[in-house]
């Protein structure tokens, strides 16, 4: 029994990290239609700009806001630079731009960071708490408290603001947006710079429990586009729920069968699904004009 | 109707007469085997590239996955010359064999996807592999790689001399260009073209077109095996890394860049991307000193930089030129612009 708490408390404090990035996929995929291949990528710079701050003396809050301010920059920047000028083009020139991005970002993470893994010692120190049986470790705690701070502030923003209205609703229908005087393509760059900032989050989040390297991005990002795929697409809180699944059966598999195929389960578990749902699991009917 | 045959697809015979001509007179003037090695990898690299740009460019259905079956190929071919002695051509061919049922059956559900589902799936298939070959050490060799895998020979006359390894190579290109451009012109072509531009007005017009994409992807699959057998053959030793991900990304990147809907932009996608990759080494290493893979840098700006000004790649301006010289007059440009189907070409 306390081995399954176990496992389930690591499962839902990576999860919760795959939600994050997750959460970026969803309010991009919405707005322009596009997967952004680059996500994980801003969780590398979140966790390493943030632990080089850290290291050179500032305190942690300040390290954390500066890192996350830095990668919403360069969010913005990627998506009026690279993005926008392609916006209309078809959907695998997009998905090789974001990988060019992505390569790009991870060659910068390179010459600035070098190839040694650097580690964040965690960020609020407590006493470990045990429930039935099982640890739970500060960081674990502070993952949480994030998540669930981030999703009551996104709710807030999406519903009770001008500006996340607008998003929503560019998310909603992009056509009917345009029509009704939002200009989506400032929506599009808003949303690149949302999911930077909740990649930034992510990638300081998930650096003290496993090192920081410059090609950690990949995989967190797959993983966080997995998660999106198990939510169906088009909700946050879908989103959400899968990164947390996700989590949850790297842990178990991990725990169970192999931590060295819990990788490979995770993804024929996603081939599966697929399979079963070929438009994703909870995909809605659409049209398409032919 | 020949001369039709000529204004849709250009001529046949020229660009593989032009690339055999290259092909034969580079040795005499390279004596380089460090360039050596690199035009053998094009090579090498070309026969994947070729039918990736069958799957995407024709059909247009998004691989991130075919490093797998490059994987399959070289991995069959190691271990079976390697550990069980097995005649390195039974064991290109049973690679081959292997890898078209596996393809042939992960494509039947696989290709029901679309888009950025099948982006992911492909992408999964190719971690699941990469898993595989690490976990799978006792066949494997796992994560110290597989050594010793001998060179392939002709008729007693050993392929190892650097030189005939390159023709033999070449050869092999040829043979997948001039299959895969008869492809492109037969039906089956216009078939994959038309499934790329709508897959439900194909279906409505009666063609079976999950079988073509099926049939298509197992195609590209097998070429990327040999490609993956010839790999394991010539470098003689393979290691899980090389078949990573990233490698998938590559091939895709050098199909986009050379032009997705020409196998002759597959390749000189393949021979861009080589040559750049070894440029930009040899200056940041030389000049730089810099160490490790800092060309990545340069590299993804390039590659965004060619898809946001160049979408349909480097071949676009060549195919153009050609168009030209064939519309003398401009008074037929229209009629003959409605004959030109920009893509196949």
Redesign the interface.
Known sequence: MDLIMQFLITGLTVGSIYSLLAIGFVTI?NITGN?NLAQGEFAMIGALSCITFVNSGLPNLVAMILAILITSVIGFLLEKI?IS??RN?????M???T??????????G??IWG?YPKSLSPIIDLQSISIMGAVMNPQSIFVFIVLGALLVCLYLFFDKTFIGSALKASERNPKAAQLMGINTKTMSTLAFTLAAALGAIAGILIAPLTDATYEMG?LIG?KG??AM?IGGMHSITGAVFGGLFIGIIEAFSGGFVST??S??IT??L??ML??VR???LFSRASG?R? | MKKLDVLLYGSRKKPIAALLGMVLVMPFIISSPYIFTILILIGIYSIITIGLSLL?GYA?Q?S?GHAAFFAIGAYISGVLTVKYSFSPWLAILIGMIITFISAFLIAI??M??????L???T???N??IY??L??LSDYTGGASGLGGIPPLSIFGLSLESQVLFYYFVWFIVSLVIVFSSNIVRSHIGRILRSIHD?E??TE?LGANVSKYKVAIFALSAVFASLAGSLYAHFISFIAPPTFY?NFS?LL??MV?VGG?HSIWGAMIGTAVMMALNELIRFVGHNYLN?S?????????????IV??FM?KGLIHPISKLRFKKLTHTPKNETSKQKLFSEKGV
């Open positions: 995929y997967i690279a000028p392609a083009s078809s959907l695998i020139t998905i090789i731009i990988l060019g991005l992505s390569i790009f970002l991870k060659g910068m390179l010459i190839s990949f797959v586009f997995v795929v060295f195929y990788d490979a993804f024929a996603l081939l697929l399979f070929p438009a994703g398409e032919v | 995407v247009g998004i991130l559900p696989v029901k996807l679309k888009g950025s589902y982006a992911l799936a992408m999964a298939i971690i699941i898993i595989l690490l976990g709508s439900v007005a409505t991900i990304i895709l990147i986009m997705v810099i490790g893979e800092i060309e990545i840098v340069v590299y993804g700006a390039i590659i965004v898809m946001i979408p």
